[in-house]
């Protein structure tokens, strides 16, 4: 009976690691300085090592009397051109989501001319890594412990085991 419950806990344990590992993340574009020129935020630099995976948002909270939110394609990005943009993820209440539903590039500016001012944004987005993949073997040696989750994973289930040992011992 213990041992079957062990085993669930580690299941039940297992799966929720998996599932945070998996699930999307929501991105406050500039963090807490948010989507402004006030700060001196460079965009790129704040993008630059994030991943951004299908199924993540970008969330972008700014000023709604001033600024707005366009996507636009790449040589309007560059030269910060807004009379084109397509999609205009303006809402009016100055926070605005925006899906990253695509594995692509995607590029955002202020209109208004604050893209001049540095609020522009590139993202390129990728592809969810499979969850449970194993990494490839080398040399017949499997390297399964060392993927992404696997490493979360086990210290959870040495903790899990430690702390059901410690309860039947209670007992
Ligand atoms: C974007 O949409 C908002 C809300 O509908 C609107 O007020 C604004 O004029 C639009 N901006 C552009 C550049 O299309
Ligand atoms: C991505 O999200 C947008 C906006 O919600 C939607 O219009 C579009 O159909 C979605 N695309 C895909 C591939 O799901
Ligand atoms: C942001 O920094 C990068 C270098 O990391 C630079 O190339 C770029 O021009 C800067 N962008 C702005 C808007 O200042």
Redesign the pocket.
Known sequence: MKRVLLVLLFVAFGSLVMVREASAKRWLVGDNMGWSTSY?V????WA?GKHFYNGDWLFFVYDRNQMNVLEVKKTDYESCNSDHPLHNWTTGAGRDVVPLNVTRNYYFISGKGFCF????LAVHVEKLPPPQKAAPEVAGAPLALYSRSQVVLLPVVLAVGAAWDAFIHLW
């Open positions: 001196g460079n965009y790129t630099n630059k001012g540095g609020m522009k």
